[in-house]
């Protein structure tokens, strides 16, 4: 079993960053792809990015450029920077984990752990 929790929402205006983290607990999670997902409001969860074990990442198109995604394995902890910050980002952002042994270069993660959620709200 592991434990996913995040931290580090808010609220920001347009242009902003910030930071999020997800402290996982459990197990070690070298066996494990990390990453992020948001839900907005009346809309499905979508995918935002991923991280390896081996810290090769994968991002959705929409965050490419502006949010990296990052992991501190002695740590047991995965963050999720996020520069340049839009209305449209509002959302509550879920750290997630999949098994996935030996993946290097992880895509869009099927995750079989989740966190409980930390809200972002972007303001025009």
């Known amino acids: 079993q592991v434990q996913l929790v995040e931290s580090g929402g808010g609220l920001v205006q347009a242009g902003g960053s910030l930071r999020l983290s997800c402290a996982a607990s459990?197990?070690?999670?070298?066996?494990?792809?990390m990453g992020w997902f948001r839900q907005a409001p009346g809309k499905e969860r979508e995918f935002v990015a991923a991280?390896?074990?081996?810290?090769?990442?994968y991002y959705a198109d929409s965050v490419k450029g502006r949010f990296t995604i990052s992991r501190d394995n002695a740590k047991n902890t995965v963050y999720l920077q996020m520069n340049s910050l839009k209305p449209e980002d509002t959302a509550v952002y879920y750290c997630?984990?999949?098994?996935?042994?030996?993946?290097?270069?992880?895509?869009?993660?099927?995750?079989?752990?989740w966190g409980q959620g930390t809200q972002v709200t972007v303001s025009s």
């Open positions: 997630a984990a999949e098994f996935s042994p030996g993946t290097r270069y992880p895509t869009v993660l099927t995750p079989d752990y």
């Open positions: 459990g197990r070690t999670l070298s066996s494990y792809a």
């Open positions: 991280i390896s074990w081996s810290k090769n990442t």
